[in-house]
Every structure is written in structure tokens, then in C-alpha cells.
């Protein structure tokens, strides 16, 4: 079985339970970090810092989506270089994604900085939404989908 196999084998066997604790997450089922570029983990860890109950690599159609939530159907897609060089077949992708009710998010690798608070309710302080385009991003992302 190989990775993508076994991410879509244990979500499967996930659903359930990920339904049901539903906005508490659980995602140590796997180390999800070892298969993430870096910005993918920087953003990963503010999206739990601030306690977006998201999964990363969510399986969708034969697809996977950097971080979603699959409850309200929410997805955030970290384009980099290494994975998106076919920008075209992203759209088709993204397209059937929102034929079944999905939002999506998309944030370049580059826009996500090193942006590290300690204090979540500063973090989501929407005076620092214009200094940093993947705050801006999650803070968005808050005001539509968790407010």
C-alpha cells in the first residue's frame, strides 16, 4: 500500500469518529509533517495554533487537499512550486471539488512567512491582517466559516 493508499485507507476508518467529535480534532493518527513542504508546516501549525478543526491531506474524489475541513467543506491549498506546476488541472480539480459544496483557499508557499504568535486572540487581531498575507488569509477563513 503506498501513502496516498494508506492516507485514504485511515481517513475512511476516521470518518466516523472525525464526524462525530466534530470541531475537536484528532489528526495523530499519522506524522503528517514528514510528507508537508515547510511552508505547508508553517501553515499547519497556525491553522492548529488557532484551533481550525481541519485534517491535513484530506482525500477528496481521487484528489487530496493541504488542509480541510470536512465538516463545513473548507479547504486551504498551499501552491508551491514543487507541487503545482499545472496550474490548469488545479482548477479542474478545484472545480469538482466545489461541484460537491466545497470552498477553497488558496496562499502561494512564498506568502507564508514565519509569522509565529503566542497569543492566538493576537494572532487573529485584525490590525495585523494587511502585514501578512496568510494571517489576512485565516482571518478570512475565521469571519466566514467560524465566527
Keep these: 500500500m503506498n501513502k496516498q493508499q494508506k492516507i485514504r485507507s ?8 472525525i464526524i462525530s467529535s466534530y470541531p475537536h480534532v484528532d489528526t495523530n493518527f499519522i506524522d503528517w509533517t514528514e510528507m ?8 499547519w501549525a497556525e491553522i492548529k495554533s488557532i ?15 493541504d488542509f480541510a475541513d470536512p465538516v463545513k467543506k ?21 472545480k469538482e471539488m466545489e461541484a460537491l ?9 512564498s506568502e507564508v512567512q514565519p509569522f509565529r504568535r503566542d497569543d492566538k486572540e493576537d494572532f487573529l ?11 489576512k488569509l485565516l482571518i478570512k477563513i475565521r469571519n466566514e466559516h467560524y465566527k
Design 10 to 17: 485511515l481517513y475512511r476508518e476516521m470518518m466516523p469518529s
Design 74 to 94: 473548507v479547504g486551504i491549498e498551499v501552491d508551491g512550486k514543487e507541487f503545482h506546476t499545472d496550474w490548469e488541472a488545479d482548477e479542474k480539480r478545484q
Design 125 to 135: 487581531n485584525d490590525e495585523y491582517e494587511e502585514q501578512d498575507p496568510a494571517r
Design 51 to 65: 484551533g481550525f478543526p481541519m485534517y491535513p491531506q484530506f482525500p477528496v474524489l481521487g484528489y487530496f487537499i
Design 36 to 43: 508537508m513542504s515547510i511552508a505547508e508546516k508553517l501553515m
Design 101 to 109: 459544496g466545497w470552498k477553497f483557499y488558496r496562499i502561494t508557499g
